[in-house]
């Protein structure tokens, strides 16, 4: 079957920097994608990788094994306004996307 | 990023109604959208997936009479609850993709939070 595993809660200090793992075992592989999503509203677009790197986006970054079945998100200079779910979704071979839980990430200040 | 719109935001409705869902891309051609739902502290559900111009692909367990869907053109897609029930109390979530590769991103619309009472 399809599987997407990632921590379902983080806490972090504001100022610090936090990383979301996510693992997935999909039927094909045409990228993953990381939204963020605040309480009570919908997703948000991050990022997308679909070749083995890092791609670095201002605070975010996401990093990408195919080979590992593997990304992370990586969040800099954590503000206390990166407290939401985060999502790793990947789009199998039929192209359609695989949601994982999400992450609760809780920043302290 | 690309803008997509829901209406209504917020809606609470008596058991046995009817209820409307829009999703508008507004700076884009959607040639695919997709209707989630989401329950609390739970992650999205994928429902169906709708091109312009054809019939929806529902995923399995989620009822085409219950849920239906009209892509009626490139820019708008309608979900419409029928007969309501308070288990269809949920956070219904739209998203659109421009293009026909299947690699494009999805955007999504604010969300409709639905009540049944």
């Known amino acids: 079957g399809q599987n997407i595993d990632q921590p379902t809660e983080m806490t972090a200090t504001e100022g610090a920097i936090v990383q979301i793992n996510c693992t997935y075992q999909?039927?094909?592989?045409?990228?993953l994608f990381w939204y963020q999503q605040h309480a009570g509203e919908a997703p948000t677009f991050l990022s997308y990788?679909?070749l083995d790197g890092l791609e670095e986006k201002g605070r975010f970054s996401s990093f990408l094994s195919r080979s590992k079945g593997y990304s992370y998100l990586l969040l800099k200079e954590l503000q206390m306004k990166d407290s939401a779910s985060y999502l790793c979704a990947v789009m199998d071979s039929n192209y359609q996307l695989i949601w994982g839980a999400g992450t609760k990430l809780i920043i302290k200040p | 990023g690309a803008v997509v719109s829901q209406h209504p935001s917020r809606v609470i409705c008596k058991s046995g109604t009817s209820v409307k869902i829009e999703c508008r891309s507004l700076d884009f051609q959607a040639t695919t959208m997709f209707w989630y739902r989401q329950f609390p502290k739970q992650s999205l559900m994928l429902m169906a997936t709708s091109n312009e111009g054809s019939k929806a692909t529902y995923e399995q367990g989620v009822e085409k009479d219950k849920f239906l869907i009209n892509h009626a053109s490139l820019t708008l897609s309608t979900l419409t609850v029928t007969s309501a029930h308070p288990e269809d109390s949920s956070f219904y979530i739209c998203s659109a993709r421009a293009g026909t590769s299947g690699m494009e991103t999805q955007y999504f619309g604010p969300g409709t939070r639905l009540l049944v009472l």
């Open positions: 999909t039927s094909g592989f045409n990228g």
């Open positions: 990788n679909v």
